[in-house]
């Protein structure tokens, strides 16, 4: 009964220093692995005889968040409701009836499933082999101390292996060996003994019998039992930090359970197992990736896929830029269903499609001009709507092109103007359009049903896409539009399109996950940005299609931001190494694949409402775009995202 006090006393102190330690703290600090080097460890490790290890949490971390996470997937295997709770509630009272007749609380796994067969009714066999068939699929060797481990067993020292649990040895050593553990020379399980690191009495045992007056050193991860246990028995120790307790305070909780203790685990052993220090790792921007864009990107792929499957669709189109890093992890993931990666942009959708936007075009390339910080002259503007060829006619209407269309008068009379020459402006982007479709037509061929992915957040590009193929050009394909997310506006546009199913959201609109939106869209440029800086290319903006002398398409693209492509390619090596990751850990186990819109949101939810300044400022600060794209006149007025910080979020102090 003491040891089991003790336990819950234990537990209680892990919980009030991590209520001690608050949010408001840990977001001022930088997230990285406080480990010594694996050779600096195993060079110490080498002065001693006998050199011992604990198993889990130590030679062998769980890709899951806690140790009875297990049990949520037996639960699933076996089709039982409440397994989880079962399943402790009977190891509980088994080691509370030991304990009562003979004081120790050292209970084996065949004696769990006889107790379980008994009184749950579950299969003894069957829950016996599933259970550890779950453990060996979520067990993985410790990186960083695998590396500690072979280097000894390379050196030729003597490593034994002492840990508490349930499964007997013969299942122990298949554990190990499933993880890559061989050479050691004796391995000490507590249900084998009867007693275990805990009580002392398993070091005693093994001082006595097995050390002969060698030295030894013991590394494990539980503070009271593999530290302070095993110097009371004069054992020599190091303490490892478990990777849970070392990287809980930077993990958000509010996520579902198998999913959430997938995403902490994976990015407590990336973070905090010592193994992935090398530079790309270290990187703010490449952690910014794997930690937030990773299940973000993850999740809205196998969304779209899964959908796709469902409903028959040939081919998913991945709209550009944000597109880029969509179409790499999707293609990574699956190829039953092929992908195209589109090239296309919002102010080149709006000229394709100018009759149709014909509101959205005037009011992204006049009104929008007038209202910027620079103001545009009656020439630029031309320029970015490509009817330059009607600037002499404007002239002889009264208008001077170095006029600066700064007033709202003068954006409604240039565009009353425009208007007036409709059918010039038509002549423009109906060979635009023409070039567009030589481009995408081959990428339709065969197709009847296909899906228009992008970002959002009005939908601008998929809209367009089903408005050329299925009205335009009228062919026998159906365009689905998915969006990551949606405009949290009082008269949202895609809102008609969202509840007729044609255009879907993945994380939230105004009808989905509305208390995300609600959030992201009260600083929605920082929000929107901080998505964008996952889902950017490295490469241009489409300004537009034009055809060749030959009668070819060929594409037109904007002002390159080179400056951004560093920062682009470190986030996104992030991203791919988390999807990576999790193919390895968690396939084969498709509920893990199952990400909802709240699960792959609340990562990157977390960093921008608790670590904002020290995971996403700081290290982007740098990252320049140009506040009103859209033609070829040069860099326009180029902002950064320090510059857009301080507009938005000192502006509401």
């Given at each position: 009964?003491?040891?089991?006090?003790?336990?819950?006393?234990?537990?209680?102190?892990?919980?009030?220093?991590?209520?001690?330690?608050?949010?408001?703290?840990?977001?001022?600090?930088?997230?990285?692995?406080?480990?010594?080097?694996?050779?600096?460890?195993?060079?110490?490790?080498?002065?001693?005889?006998?050199?011992?290890?604990?198993?889990?949490?130590?030679?062998?971390?769980?890709?899951?968040?806690?140790?009875?996470?297990?049990?949520?997937?037996?639960?699933?295997?076996?089709?039982?409701?409440?397994?989880?709770?079962?399943?402790?509630?009977?190891?509980?009272?088994?080691?509370?009836?030991?304990?009562?007749?003979?004081?120790?609380?050292?209970?084996?796994?065949?004696?769990?499933?006889?107790?379980?067969?008994?009184?749950?009714?579950?299969?003894?066999?069957?829950?016996?082999?599933?259970?550890?068939?779950?453990?060996?699929?979520?067990?993985?060797?410790?990186?960083?101390?695998?590396?500690?481990?072979?280097?000894?067993?390379?050196?030729?020292?003597?490593?034994?292996?002492?840990?508490?649990?349930?499964?007997?040895?013969?299942?122990?050593?298949?554990?190990?060996?499933?993880?890559?553990?061989?050479?050691?020379?004796?391995?000490?399980?507590?249900?084998?003994?009867g007693y275990g690191k805990r009580s002392g009495k398993m070091y005693q045992k093994i001082s006595k019998d097995y050390l002969n007056?060698?030295?030894?050193?013991?590394?494990?991860?539980?503070?009271?039992?593999?530290?302070?246990?095993?110097?009371?028995?004069?054992?020599?120790?190091?303490?490892?930090?478990?990777?849970?307790?070392?990287?809980?305070?930077?993990?958000?909780?509010?996520?579902?359970?198998?999913?959430?203790?997938?995403?902490?685990?994976?990015?407590?052993?990336?973070?905090?197992?010592?193994?992935?220090?090398?530079?790309?790792?270290?990187?703010?921007?490449?952690?910014?990736?794997?930690?937030?864009?990773?299940?973000?990107?993850?999740?809205?792929?196998?969304?779209?896929?899964?959908?796709?499957?469902?409903?028959?669709?040939?081919?998913?189109?991945?709209?550009?830029?944000?597109?880029?890093?969509?179409?790499?992890?999707?293609?990574?993931?699956?190829?039953?269903?092929?992908?195209?990666?589109?090239?296309?942009?919002?102010?080149?959708?709006?000229?394709?499609?100018?009759?149709?936007?014909?509101?959205?075009?005037?009011?992204?390339?006049?009104?929008?001009?007038?209202?910027?910080?620079?103001?545009?002259?009656?020439?630029?503007?031309?320029?970015?709507?490509?009817?330059?060829?009607?600037?002499?006619?404007?002239?002889?209407?009264?208008?001077?092109?170095?006029?600066?269309?700064?007033?709202?008068?003068?954006?409604?009379?240039?565009?009353?103007?425009?208007?007036?020459?409709?059918?010039?402006?038509?002549?423009?982007?109906?060979?635009?359009?023409?070039?567009?479709?030589?481009?995408?037509?081959?990428?339709?061929?065969?197709?009847?049903?296909?899906?228009?992915?992008?970002?959002?957040?009005?939908?601008?590009?998929?809209?367009?896409?089903?408005?050329?193929?299925?009205?335009?050009?009228?062919?026998?394909?159906?365009?689905?539009?998915?969006?990551?997310?949606?405009?949290?506006?009082?008269?949202?546009?895609?809102?008609?399109?969202?509840?007729?199913?044609?255009?879907?959201?993945?994380?939230?609109?105004?009808?989905?996950?509305?208390?995300?939106?609600?959030?992201?869209?009260?600083?929605?440029?920082?929000?929107?940005?901080?998505?964008?800086?996952?889902?950017?290319?490295?490469?241009?903006?489409?300004?537009?299609?034009?055809?060749?002398?030959?009668?070819?398409?060929?594409?037109?693209?904007?002002?390159?931001?080179?400056?951004?492509?560093?920062?682009?390619?470190?986030?996104?090596?992030?991203?791919?190494?988390?999807?990576?990751?999790?193919?390895?850990?968690?396939?084969?186990?498709?509920?893990?694949?199952?990400?909802?819109?709240?699960?792959?949101?609340?990562?990157?939810?977390?960093?921008?409402e608790k670590r904002f300044d020290i995971a996403v400022r700081k290290p982007l600060k740098d990252y320049v775009y140009n506040k009103?794209?859209?033609?070829?006149?040069?860099?326009?007025?180029?902002?950064?995202?320090?510059?857009?910080?301080?507009?938005?979020?000192?502006?509401?102090?």
């Open positions: 009964m003491y040891s089991k006090v003790k336990n819950k006393i234990n537990i209680v102190r892990k919980r009030l220093a991590w209520n001690k330690t608050s949010v408001k703290d840990i977001a001022k600090e930088e997230e990285k692995a406080k480990r010594t080097k694996s050779t600096v460890l195993a060079r110490k490790l080498l002065e001693y005889d006998v050199i011992s290890f604990d198993i889990f949490d130590t030679l062998i971390v769980r890709t899951l968040d806690k140790p009875t996470d297990v049990f949520l997937t037996v639960g699933q295997k076996l089709g039982l409701l409440n397994y989880t709770t079962i399943r402790r509630e009977a190891e509980l009272a088994l080691r509370d009836e030991r304990e009562a007749k003979d004081g120790s609380r050292e209970v084996t796994f065949e004696q769990i499933y006889d107790y379980m067969e008994k009184y749950c009714g579950i299969p003894k066999e069957e829950g016996m082999k599933t259970e550890f068939e779950m453990e060996q699929k979520f067990c993985i060797a410790n990186p960083y101390m695998k590396e500690v481990f072979d280097l000894l067993v390379n050196f030729g020292k003597t490593v034994i292996i002492v840990s508490d649990m349930y499964f007997p040895e013969d299942m122990m050593r298949n554990l190990l060996s499933s993880c890559g553990y061989e050479g050691y020379d004796k391995l000490f399980v507590s249900c084998d003994y007056g060698r030295s030894v050193i013991h590394v494990g991860d539980n503070e009271e039992v593999d530290r302070n246990m095993a110097k009371e028995n004069g054992w020599n120790t190091w303490w490892y930090e478990d990777i849970r307790t070392a990287g809980d305070l930077f993990r958000p909780r509010l996520m579902s359970p198998c999913v959430g203790s997938a995403y902490r685990a994976m990015a407590n052993i990336k973070m905090h197992s010592g193994a992935f220090q090398t530079k790309k790792e270290l990187l703010p921007r490449y952690q910014y990736g794997y930690l937030a864009g990773g299940i973000m990107i993850l999740g809205y792929v196998s969304w779209i896929h899964k959908q796709a499957v469902q409903e028959g669709m040939d081919k998913i189109l991945f709209i550009a830029r944000d597109g880029y890093i969509m179409k790499k992890v999707y293609d990574m993931l699956y190829q039953d269903i092929p992908s195209e990666y589109v090239y296309l942009s919002r102010n080149a959708a709006l000229k394709l499609t100018w009759n149709f936007n014909q509101y959205e075009l005037l009011k992204q390339f006049v009104t929008r001009r007038a209202e910027s910080e620079k103001p545009y002259t009656v020439e630029e503007i031309f320029i970015s709507l490509e009817i330059e060829h009607l600037l002499e006619t404007a002239i002889k209407d009264g208008w001077n092109k170095a006029k600066e269309i700064k007033e709202e008068e003068d954006a409604k009379k240039l565009k009353e103007w425009i208007v007036s020459h409709w059918e010039d402006v038509s002549k423009v982007y109906e060979t635009s359009q023409k070039a567009f479709r030589k481009y995408i037509s081959p990428m339709l061929k065969g197709c009847h049903h296909v899906a228009a992915v992008d970002t959002g957040w009005r939908g601008t590009c998929p809209v367009a896409l089903k408005h050329l193929i299925e009205k335009e050009w009228g062919l026998d394909c159906e365009v689905t539009g998915m969006m990551i997310g949606s405009c949290k506006y009082k008269q949202n546009n895609t809102l008609p399109l969202i509840q007729s199913g044609s255009l879907r959201t993945y994380i939230f609109s105004p009808i989905y996950n509305d208390h995300l939106a609600r959030f992201h869209y009260k600083n929605n440029l920082i929000h929107n940005t901080c998505v964008e800086f996952i889902t950017a290319a490295p490469h241009p903006s489409v300004y537009n299609f034009y055809l060749d002398e030959e009668g070819e398409y060929k594409i037109e693209f904007e002002y390159p931001e080179v400056e951004n492509y560093e920062i682009t390619k470190e986030i996104q090596e992030g991203v791919m190494d988390f999807v990576s990751d999790y193919k390895k850990y968690y396939q084969g186990v498709h509920s893990f694949f199952d990400i909802s819109g709240l699960d792959a949101y609340w990562p990157l939810r977390y960093v921008m009103y794209v859209g033609g070829l006149e040069g860099k326009g007025f180029m902002s950064t995202f320090e510059d857009m910080c301080v507009e938005e979020l000192e502006a509401k102090e």
